[in-house]
């Protein structure tokens, strides 16, 4: 059973950082697409940013310059650094994985197969 745990959220000011972890459990890690979704309250569940297998990233146009995704297979771990936050990053951000090959396919949450149970991260002063 693969199970995804998220850590990192919390409060923080405008203009702040946080780093998410995601810890990935099983062997299928290595071969997955990683991704960060977002969920504010009323919207729909968006991605933020997502990483192939062969590393290759993609952004959100909203926090493209601003957030960084990474992952370290040694450690079952994907992190997402989030740097000049602003009120509108607020959401319960939620990990993902899947066997995803392609960039466009990563947009569709439909398209990922594991979920983790979701951080929540506020941007408030």
């Known amino acids: 059973q693969v199970q995804l745990v998220e850590s990192g959220g919390g409060l923080v000011q405008p203009g702040g950082s946080l780093r998410l972890s995601c810890a990935a459990s099983g062997s299928i890690f290595s071969s997955d697409a990683m991704g960060w979704f977002r969920q504010a309250p009323g919207k729909q569940r968006e991605l933020v940013a997502g990483i192939t297998s062969g590393y290759l990233t993609n952004y959100a146009d909203s926090v493209k310059g601003r957030f960084t995704m990474s992952r370290d297979n040694a450690k079952n771990t994907v992190y997402l650094q989030m740097n000049s936050l602003k009120p509108e990053d607020t959401a319960v951000y939620y990990c993902?994985?899947?066997?995803?090959?392609?960039?466009?396919?990563?947009?569709?949450?439909?398209?990922?197969?594991?979920w983790g149970q979701g951080t929540e991260v506020t941007v408030s002063s």
């Open positions: 993902a994985a899947g066997l995803i090959r392609t960039i466009a396919r990563m947009t569709f949450p439909a398209s990922w197969k594991y």
